[in-house]
């Protein structure tokens, strides 16, 4: 009986066990074949989905002649993963990072999120953002496995430090015949009573011909969820003029915000895939993928600028009693102790109010599409790939307004913040009075934001969009000889890359009175206004109004009426890099095991060109660089027998700085009021590494693994993140001094090392060895963790982590199936791990806190072919939390809320 792939498995529920048979041709593949080695190991006749792809998961693992994790298709839908990022964060060393509750980034065994690379059926894909590879654009549907290749052989880009995640894609070829599998479910999301929606639909068939066997699968996925978020953020500087005593860093916070989304979030998928079989020792096929994830943002967004007049302070450096007593005008009281004012609790009198409305249609896409052929033509084996992808960074902003408090008066607030508490801040507004005497006073508290002056001082609207065009031609040969005491599989292979990405921004922008008028846009804030309850539960210490979309966009339509978009050539970039691979490697098989060794050459080519304004006129700049890297890898693998296998890997790889990253001049964003700068002369991160692992397979089920690694690092790349404090970017009425600055830079060396297990077993072997009763069986639990070290020094000389390093990562689950009944239960923590470098005037580095996660679901198979489902996610609620420096001073907190789905499964 022909073996069903896991992905045959994926929608099944029918309580019917399933057996493993043993395969000794899954261990002769190269690394290249990973994926194939599931073939003929797994014979499905029924469903325990769970231990049906643990088993499938396990048997390629262990057939593999490299270091891999497995998670097989049904696993991917046992719990609630949306996406390849949450799919795969419960595999040993795996952390993720999640933007706005939802898995986005993967950090592997500690390292950061850019050493990791992502593919299609083994061809490298850009991600829309680049070589941080975002993995919550791919919704886990289309996919039939994702192996996480650990350790770095010959035949994977030589950028692949960390490792990568292959997504094996579904194929007519994994079924006997015509199926159909989909999936329809809806849910709750508690924080803002909203609803989401997940769906997804594979037809296949295959048909023997006169001209051999064809095969046909598509594929569509379909997610959407409404969202509302509970924000606060405060950014902290390093006050020049706090000279008194009683600040040790002198650092404050100079201005503390709320961001009150609602949005509106969509992944989506197409794939198709046509295979020809002329006879079973070639195949030729061609296949398309299309994912999308979109950001329909609705923000209002408020922030007191605690610092608007710090140059009043005084400069004195002699200590004052804490009297509490108001400063004089126009000293407002920012970073002054004599008031008793502390950087976390206190008073600052005519606070400057920066009130954002925001309209956002954010969309990243990925379009891939390869041919290609597999020939098996006795000893030689032939594999080659052609392939073009298309990656789109929609970024635009339709509207944008800012509305501003007028200059230093009894008009604007003061404002009673506290930030004594890291999980919660708060400010109170009041009423802002002038003494007889000339000092400020609190007034009457003030409860209705809107009930202080804020007008209309710029409208925008921003059409952004970044496109990568990436062109791969792939050759793959493999010799089987008999040589060196043992069979040996020589590979040679070549592969050419060019990618292009092209960032092109127009803005239109209205910030005058006259403007105003001439559009018929009504400066007060009430002209957008609507009546609607605040949708979150975080205590603000205010109340505010809700913007209407469609008022907005009439604004819009009148902004068009007076107004053009403008092409902003300050923020154009265009990279182009190529390069030119070839690598050898052999495979060894021996009576005890097997050997890979071999070396990796990479001849790369960079183009970058921007035009920055220079002296005030628009100048072309171009910028060209090359060099040539070498990367040579060895792996032994020693069957101690038939269940135990040990694994030691030496291997190279170089981390190459973003394409965004390699441009030519500074970029700014109004909307997230940020900088980017980019550095051409940026090197690469070299990286050495070595792997021991050891591997035991006790049933089907059962695994455990140990296992260390250590890598050395040259020329470490640094996010460096700090206030711009330049006004080179100011222009049309905007101020960007006072934006944060990114941009790429190296340090020095640096290194990683850890220690990683995994266990997992289900009790059903040992029941009757125990005297338990058959339906105890059920029980399985999955466990993993993973410890960290790592240090890198700085451009400055300081020793800190690496970007994404968490000490410890762990995951504990557990499960039951049995009698067509299945459940399971998922917790997921890391600690805390650095993000970017920051100055000391901002505060220090920037730290992302300890995140934990709780999911869990349950299945029913109704008939062998339907099955109806519950998932739980986010069940703790947790926020996802940044601070800088320590852990007291918070610059981003946000939580999401629990999320509720269910649904029906069907399969046929």
């Not at 451009?795 to 970007?803: E, S």
Request: aromatic share 12%; hydrophobic share 35%.
């Amino acid at each position: 009986m022909r073996a069903f792939l896991a992905a045959g498995c994926a929608f099944v529920a029918a309580p019917v066990a399933a057996q493993v048979v043993p395969t000794e041709a899954a261990a002769d593949l190269p690394a290249s074949s990973v994926a194939e080695a599931e073939a003929d190991a797994i014979v499905v006749t029924g469903t325990r989905p769970i231990a049906e792809s643990e088993a499938s998961a396990l048997a390629i693992q262990k057939a593999s002649p490299s270091l891999v994790s497995v998670v097989a298709s049904d696993a991917v839908g046992r719990l609630p993963d949306q996406n390849i990022a949450q799919a795969v964060s419960r595999l040993p060393g795996v952390a993720v990072q999640r933007d706005q509750g939802q898995a986005r980034y993967i950090n592997l065994r500690g390292a950061p999120i850019n050493w990791t690379t992502l593919s299609f059926d083994g061809i490298n894909v850009v991600s829309p953002e680049g070589r941080d590879a975002r993995f919550d654009s791919i919704p886990s549907a289309i996919a039939s496995q994702i192996i996480v290749r650990k350790a770095v052989t010959p035949d994977m880009t030589g950028e692949t430090i960390a490792g990568n995640v292959d997504i094996v894609t579904r194929s007519a070829f994994d079924y006997k015949g015509f199926h159909v599998a989909g999936k329809a479910g809806a849910g709750y999301v508690e924080l803002g009573d909203t609803v989401e929606y997940d769906s997804s639909l594979v037809l296949a068939n295959r048909w023997n011909t006169g001209i051999g066997e064809i095969g046909l699968l598509v594929s569509g996925s379909y997610y959407q969820r409404g969202m509302v978020t509970d924000n606060f953020e405060t950014d902290w500087e390093q006050v020049s003029q706090d000279q008194r005593p009683g600040a040790a860093d002198r650092v404050w916070a100079r201005e503390t915000e709320n961001k009150l989304y609602r949005l509106t979030r969509r992944n989506y998928s197409t794939s198709g895939k046509l295979e020809w079989k002329p006879d079973d020792n070639n195949r030729f096929f061609v296949s398309s993928i299309y994912s999308a994830f979109t950001d329909h943002e609705l923000r209002s967004n408020y922030i007191f600028d605690l610092d608007d007049q710090q140059s009043r302070l005084s400069n004195s450096s002699a200590s004052c009693a804490t009297t509490g007593s108001a400063p004089r005008s126009p000293n407002t009281g920012y970073a002054d102790v004599c008031t008793g004012n502390t950087p976390f609790q206190g008073t600052v009198y005519g606070v400057d109010i920066n009130q954002r409305v925001n309209v956002r249609e954010f969309k990243q896409s990925i379009f891939t599409n390869t041919i290609g052929g597999d020939h098996d033509l006795d000893r030689l084996k032939v594999k080659w790939r052609a392939n073009y992808t298309k990656s789109v960074d929609d970024r635009s902003v339709p509207s944008q307004l800012n509305y501003d408090s007028p200059s230093l008066s009894t008009s604007r607030p003061t404002v009673a913040y506290d930030l004594t508490d890291p999980q919660q801040s708060y400010v109170t507004l009041y009423r802002t009075v002038l003494n007889p005497d000339g000092t400020f006073g609190r007034g009457a508290q003030v409860q209705q934001i809107e009930d202080f002056a804020l007008p209309l001082s710029s409208f925008t609207s921003l059409r952004a969009k970044d496109v990568t065009r990436a062109y791969t031609g792939k050759l793959d040969l493999t010799y089987s000889a008999d040589l060196f005491g043992g069979e040996t599989l020589f590979s040679v292979g070549g592969q050419y890359d060019r990618r292009t990405k092209e960032a092109n921004e127009s803005q239109l922008t209205l910030n005058t009175a006259a403007q105003f008028a001439a559009a018929g846009i009504d400066t007060n804030f009430n002209g957008i206004a609507i009546d609607a309850p605040f949708r979150g539960e975080i205590p603000l210490g205010y109340d505010f109004k809700y913007f209407g979309e469609e008022r907005v966009l009439d604004l819009l339509a009148k902004a068009k009426s007076v107004g053009t978009f403008v092409p902003l050539t300050a923020n154009y970039y265009k990279v182009r890099e190529e390069v030119f691979a070839g690598y050898a490697m052999a495979l060894t098989k021996f009576d005890w095991g097997n050997i890979i060794a071999g070396a990796r050459v990479e001849h790369i080519r960079n183009d970058s060109a921007a035009t920055p304004t220079v002296a005030g006129v628009v100048t072309a700049v171009d910028v060209k660089n090359s060099q040539t890297l070498v990367y040579p890898s060895l792996h032994f693998n020693w069957d101690l027998d038939r269940s135990k296998k040990v694994r030691l890997s030496f291997n190279t790889g170089a981390a190459r700085p973003d394409y965004d990253q390699l441009r030519p001049n500074f970029t700014f964003n109004d909307a997230n009021q940020t900088v980017s700068g980019g550095n051409p002369e940026a090197k690469p991160e070299k990286a050495r590494g070595v792997d021991l692992y050891f591997e035991w397979y006790t049933q089907p089920q059962g695994f455990f693994s140990a296992g260390v690694f250590y890598k050395d690092v040259r020329d470490v790349l640094f996010d460096d993140t700090r206030t711009f404090g330049l006004t080179t970017l100011n222009s049309g009425g905007f101020d960007r001094w006072q934006y944060i600055l990114s941009t790429i830079t190296n340090g020095g060396d640096g290194y990683i090392y850890g220690a990683e297990g995994a266990f997992q077993q289900q009790l059903e072997p040992f029941t009757g060895d125990l005297g338990l009763p058959d339906w105890m069986g059920g029980f399985g639990i999955q466990a993993n963790a993973t410890y960290n070290k790592s240090e890198a020094t700085t451009p400055d000389g300081d020793k800190v982590m690496f970007p994404g390093t968490s000490k410890f990562v762990y995951n504990i689950g557990g499960y039951y199936e049995k009698y067509g009944f299945s459940a399971r239960v998922n917790y997921q923590k890391r600690t805390a791990w650095i993000d970017t470098l920051g100055a000391a005037t901002d505060g220090g580095n920037q730290y992302w806190g300890d995140d934990d996660e709780l999911d869990a679901s349950a299945r029913y198979a109704l008939t062998p072919n339907v099955e109806v489902y519950v998932d739980g996610s986010n069940l703790l609620n947790g926020p996802g939390r940044r601070y800088a420096g320590i852990s007291a001073r918070t610059i981003e907190h946000e939580t999401f809320g629990r999320r509720y789905t269910g649904g029906v499964r069907v399969n046929f």
